[in-house]
Antibody, heavy 121, light 106 residues
C-alpha cells in the first residue's frame, strides 16, 4: 500500500538548520506532487510547501519562504525539506503528504506519520 | 490568501447523534474542498474530497456538501471511533486549512 515515512526531526537551536526526509513506497513516486504540512503542538494544520512531480515547480508558505527549500530525488523515491534559519515558531510536527490525484493542488492522502522538529535554545 | 473558518471549535455529542460541521471560505473556491479526521498523535486521514466525494474505505455515514464559500461535513450517526478532530482544506488557490473542530463525548 501507499506509504510515506518522515525522518530527520529533532531538537535544534534557533538560527540553525535541519533537513527532513520523506521516503515513499507503494506508488509511482515520480507521478505525484508532494506537500509538506506542519502542526505546532496543540494547534491546527499549516500548509508549508509543495513540489511538482518532476521537481520543476515549487511553492512555499510566506512564513517559510526564503528559509526552507523543498526538493526531491525520484530515483530514490525521497522528498526533502531543507530548513535554514530556524525559529522557535517553526516548532511543529512536520508531515509529508501525497496529492490524491494528478493535480498539484489537490486533497492529500496518504500522509506520513510525522516527524517532530523542536527549535529551542 | 483564502481564509477558512470552521465552526464550531468544539462539539459535544453522543453516540448515534447526527453531527454537522461547517467550513466557510473567504472567497469562492468552487468545490475544491477536502475534509480530514485526525486522532491524537496520528496523521490526518482524508475523508471527503472535492466537497462531496467519499474517499475509498471511508464509512458512508460521512458525507460532505456545499460549493462556493460554504461547506458542511455531516456524520449521520456518530460512532465511538468518530470522536476526533476534523479539519477542512481548500485547494483552489494554494492550500489552507480550517482551525479544526474537536468532536467530544457528551
Amino acid at each position: 500500500q501507499e506509504q510515506l515515512v518522515e525522518s530527520g526531526g529533532g531538537v535544534v537551536q534557533p538560527g540553525r538548520s535541519l533537513r527532513l526526509s520523506c521516503a515513499a513506497s507503494g506508488f509511482t513516486f515520480s507521478s505525484y506532487g508532494i506537500h509538506w504540512v506542519r502542526q505546532a503542538p496543540g494547534k491546527g494544520l499549516e500548509w508549508v510547501s509543495l513540489i511538482s512531480r518532476d521537481g520543476s515547480n515549487k511553492y512555499y508558505a510566506d512564513s517559510v519562504k526564503g528559509r526552507f527549500t523543498i526538493s526531491r530525488d525520484n530515483s530514490k523515491n525521497t522528498l526533502y525539506l531543507q530548513m535554514n534559519s530556524l525559529r522557535p515558531e517553526d516548532t511543529a510536527v512536520y508531515y509529508c503528504a501525497k496529492v490524491r490525484g494528478g493535480d498539484n493542488w489537490n486533497s492529500l492522502g496518504p500522509w506520513g506519520q510525522g516527524t517532530l522538529v523542536t527549535v529551542s535554545s | 490568501d483564502v481564509q477558512m473558518t470552521q465552526s464550531p471549535a468544539t462539539l459535544s455529542a453522543s453516540v448515534g447523534d447526527r453531527v454537522t460541521i461547517t467550513c466557510r471560505a473567504s472567497q469562492s473556491i468552487s468545490s475544491w474542498l477536502a475534509w480530514y479526521q485526525q486522532k491524537p498523535g496520528k496523521a490526518p486521514k482524508l475523508l471527503i474530497y472535492k466537497a462531496s466525494s467519499l474517499e475509498s474505505g471511508v464509512p458512508s455515514r460521512f458525507s460532505g456538501s456545499g460549493s462556493g464559500t460554504e461547506f458542511t461535513l455531516t456524520i449521520s450517526s456518530l460512532q465511538p471511533d468518530d470522536f476526533a478532530t476534523y479539519f477542512c482544506q481548500q485547494y483552489d488557490r494554494y492550500s489552507t486549512f480550517g482551525q479544526g473542530t474537536r468532536v467530544e463525548i457528551k
